[in-house]
């Protein structure tokens, strides 16, 4: 088995705009079906360290312990190797990092300028990241307007935290005026994604009538999607609405 095909697992799910944790399931589940050994694989792939197609790759094995012993001092080195070279997925592994001093110092305004130029190559969640410092103030003045703008690119594009987020501006009115129609519609974008948390508010929609006809019953279908999903807060909502429909009958 040549590491070009784990390599290439990590890049389709990338490109997919897959989190880094399910890209770690991706490539686990892979390993496992086809019965390839991981510390073969990482042994192959430290051997050839020196081609730059493999420092990705390494670093990711690093950062979770994929045929090795977690490292996020040697992650950072492998992912700052790529950056160095301007892969866009190097850039934002290293914003990451610098976001959250995995492996290096924290720093925030250096997160933000990785961030910057991995979005402006077309980095699906490094676009994510960078309206969410805007967003937050995280490493630049808070700016809702040039936030939407960023959450409007990655959703569009079809990163599923940034299809929730852009419908929470919409349904909190930062950076645009309120529009519940159109944070249901993100709401049910991130949700077709899978977002536990995209599924949870598009309940509560149809349970508060935002943005569509209130329908209670199409509520709790949601919610108990949301539930299934992992979402901590659907059980405690359709508790209070079953609760609420039964005193309604009463």
């Known amino acids: 088995m040549h590491p070009n095909e784990v390599l290439n697992i990590v890049n389709e799910c990338n490109n997919n705009l897959l989190d880094d944790e399910a890209i770690v399931v991706h490539v686990n589940d892979w390993l496992s079906r086809n019965k390839y050994d991981s510390e073969e694989i990482f042994r192959v792939v430290r051997d050839q360290s020196s081609r730059i197609e493999y420092a990705i790759l390494l670093g990711f094995m690093y950062r979770w312990g994929i045929g090795t012993e977690i490292d996020e001092i040697r992650a950072f080195a492998f992912y700052n190797k790529a950056a160095e070279t301007g892969i866009p997925l190097g850039l934002s592994e290293v914003g990451y990092c610098f976001l959250n001093g995995k492996g290096v110092y924290r720093d925030e305004e250096k997160a933000f300028s990785y961030f910057l130029r991995a979005a402006e ?130």
């Open 121 to 250: 190559l077309g980095n699906g969640f490094a676009q994510c990241s960078i309206a969410f410092c805007y967003d937050q103030g995280i490493g630049v003045d808070r700016d809702y307007y040039k936030a939407l703008e960023w959450y409007i690119k990655s959703a569009t594009a079809g990163n599923a935290i940034a299809q929730h987020d852009l419908a929470d501006c919409y349904y909190r009115g930062l950076g645009t005026p309120v529009n519940q129609v159109l944070a249901l519609h993100w709401y049910r974008r991130s949700a077709e994604k899978g977002l536990a948390r995209g599924i949870y508010k598009v309940g509560n929609h149809y349970q508060e009538g935002l943005g569509a006809v209130q329908d209670l019953h199409e509520a709790i279908r949601w919610y108990r999607r949301s539930h299934q999903a992992g979402e901590t807060y659907a059980i405690y909502s359709l508790r209070l609405l079953f609760a609420h429909m039964k005193n309604d009958d009463l």
